[in-house]
Structure formats: C-alpha cells, structure tokens
C-alpha cells in the first residue's frame, strides 16, 4: 500500500489547527473564558481585540463540521500547492490570504460602523447617545469574533482554479465532476450573494472568504513560476 504523502507545511498547518480545536473546543469547560475569548479575532477598534489575534484566529474553530471541511480543503488542495509552489512560498501564500481575508472583512465591519455610528472607533459614550438599533449594531460589531481557516482555503481554492483550470472536481449531489474554471467562479459568486443579502441568523464571514479569494487572485496574478509565468491552462 502506498503512503499518503503530505507537504511539511501542510502537515503542520493540520496539527495545529486541530490542536488549537481540541485545547478551545473539547476542552474547553477546562479552561477559562480569558483564554478562549482572546484566540478568535475582534474588530481592530473592539476592546476585546489583541495584536495576536489576525494569526491565531486562522487556528479558531467553530465546531466540528468547520474544521473536516477546512482540513479536508487544505489537505486537497494545499498539497498540490505545495508541492508545486515549495514551503516556504505556500506558507507565505496561506498566510497572506488569510490575513487579507480579515483585511476585507474589518473593511466591511468599518463601513457598517460609520453607517451606524458616524465613527470606525465610537467610545461607548458615543453609543449611549445613539438609538437602540445603531447602538445594538455597534455592539454587536464589538462584541462578535471571527474564528477559522477558511480565508485561507478561500485563496487556496482560487488558486487551484487558476493555475488548473481544467481539473475536474466532484461536488455534493452533483452527478458529474465539473472543472475548476467553471466550478470556482460559481462558488465566488455564490458567496458575494449571501455577503450582499445579509441574511438573518447567518454568522458566516462571507467578505472574510472573498477577502482571501481576492487576495490570492492578486498574488497568483503577480508571481512567476519556475519558467517565468504560469500556464493557467495546465
């Protein structure tokens, strides 16, 4: 039987992904509220943001489904990647995006806070003197962490649509594999929609994911492969 290989920096993005859910998750009626609440990442002007926060966030999860389809993502994926791009290059590009994932997703929260508040940064004087519903959106603004790696697996994925377009990929209920180049820009717009309707009760970052998507359009755009340009149509 022939073993399953896995990149070094892939292989150690997953141990550590799943022992930060283990210590935070499974454990965590063990550990304090202190603790916990200072691994996911805040608003930058929240009370409750620390400067660690924009890495360890990546680390987060939110429950057990989260974390098997963003470890399945990045095994898939990130192997491919790696293997092509080399660690040190994949790892640079893993963390970019999801840092510009974050990027895109406090620009969204800013411009929500401003509509609400007239400021990006208003003192919790300021909100007494608002009305319920621009205070309560504020609060909440201040109040709700961001937790995952799917920024990254965002880039990740529009990635491995560019640099294989033609690959073909079996999706849920779906009878039939469907290539990257078509399957990707469905899965992007399919996440500007939900961004865009706001619905009620959704708690996923979607601006999150196309901040990473977007950032790693850019990077793939602007980085040359080992013969100069990449061939998108491999």
Do not use: C
Not at 26 to 37: A, E, I, K, P
Not at 65 to 79: D, E, P, T, V, W
Not at 161 to 183: D, R, S, T
Not at 224 to 232: C, E, L, P, V
Request: no cysteine; net charge neutral; charged share 10%.
């Amino acid at each position: 039987m022939n073993n399953i290989y896995i990149p070094p920096v892939v292989k150690n993005l997953l141990i550590i992904n799943v022992l930060f859910f283990l210590v935070t998750y499974v454990f965590n009626g063990l550990l304090s509220d202190q603790v916990v609440n200072t691994l996911p990442v805040y608003y930058f002007g929240s009370p409750f943001f620390k400067g660690w926060q924009p890495v360890t966030y990546m680390f987060m999860h939110g429950g057990w489904a989260h974390i098997f389809f963003n470890m399945f993502a990045l095994y898939s994926f990130g192997s491919l990647l790696e293997s092509r791009w080399g660690a040190k290059r994949f790892l640079i590009f893993y963390l970019v995006t999801g840092l510009g994932a974050l990027g895109l997703q406090w620009a969204v929260q800013a411009f929500e806070m401003y509509q609400a508040t007239g400021q990006l940064v208003p003192s919790l004087d300021l909100l007494r003197t608002l009305d319920i519903a621009d205070a309560q959106k504020a609060v909440e603004i201040y109040q709700s962490p961001m937790v995952g790696a799917s920024g990254a697996i965002f880039g990740l994925l529009i990635a491995f649509g560019m640099l294989y377009p033609n690959a073909e990929l079996y999706v849920f209920l779906i009878p039939v594999p469907v290539k990257a180049k078509y399957l990707v820009p469905v899965y992007i717009l399919i996440e500007l929609s939900l961004g865009l309707a706001r619905v009620q009760g959704d708690s996923v970052a979607h601006f999150a994911h196309l901040g990473g998507a977007l950032i790693g359009f850019i990077l793939i755009k602007l980085w040359k492969d080992n013969n100069n340009f990449y061939n998108y149509y491999e």
